[in-house]
């Protein structure tokens, strides 16, 4: 009769604790990917226990149409996140792109959507340059432009609210609606997937996801990584 192996026996009496916590660590990397998920789930949870008719059709569409230009806002900064920067001049820009929108609103709407464009792709545009060419820091750019474009809004503005000429056909824009949801709405939603498929399927994407994994990794492959 032969005794026991310490270590064979050690390992029997570990075998039903892991089981345990194997569901248990399963749940917490499940919370750690989709926290925002389950956040946003637990406060619609919250708004229809609380609120009558919170969930309902004209609530939704008009939660979606208020929250529809964060939603374009978070799609170019996803990328930005996932290639491993930051950008903290996003709502700076937003603001000031807002002020040349409804100064060049009389001219009408289109005049006035392709100042707002070309303002996010200026910046973007110098933003991602020095950052690329001079080697500096993220933050530290990004800071420095949320700066720069908070002042060029004061100053576009003259330090005054300006208002948006009704005439422009922005109320037309915002309010047109199909299948129950706002043009803004609509726009989100094409956004998020043309996003997705550049993201997922494109060259482009694949090489974003590669730099913000590791980017020395990603220069070694050949990648435009700087």
Request: hydrophobic fraction near 55%; charged fraction near 10%; include cysteine.
């Amino acid at each position: 009769c032969s005794a026991a192996d310490p270590e064979t026996t050690r390992m029997n009496h570990d075998a039903p604790s892991l089981a345990a916590t194997r569901p248990q660590s399963m749940f917490a990397a499940a919370l750690r990917s989709q926290g925002a998920l389950a956040a946003l789930m637990l406060v619609l949870i919250f708004g229809a226990l609380r609120y009558d008719n919170f969930l309902g059709i004209e609530n939704a569409g008009f939660l979606l149409g208020s929250t529809a230009k964060f939603g374009l806002l978070a799609i170019g900064m996803a990328f930005v996140i996932l290639s491993g920067g930051i950008g903290l001049s996003v709502g700076s820009v937003a603001g000031l792109a807002s002020v040349v929108a409804a100064r060049l609103s009389p001219q009408g709407i289109a005049p006035a959507i392709a100042g707002a464009v070309a303002v996010g792709l200026v910046v973007g545009l110098a933003n991602g340059i020095v950052i690329a060419r001079f080697r500096l820091m993220p933050f530290v750019v990004t800071l420095c432009t949320f700066m720069a474009a908070r002042g060029l809004a004061l100053v576009v503005s003259g330090r005054e609210t300006v208002s948006i000429s009704y005439e422009a056909g922005y109320d037309q824009l915002a309010e047109s609606a199909w299948l129950g949801l706002t043009a803004p709405v609509w726009l989100m939603l094409a956004a998020f997937a043309l996003g997705a498929l550049v993201l997922r399927y494109s060259r482009f994407g694949r090489a974003v996801l590669a730099v913000g994994g590791n980017e020395e990794a990603a220069r070694l492959m050949g990648l435009p990584a700087a």
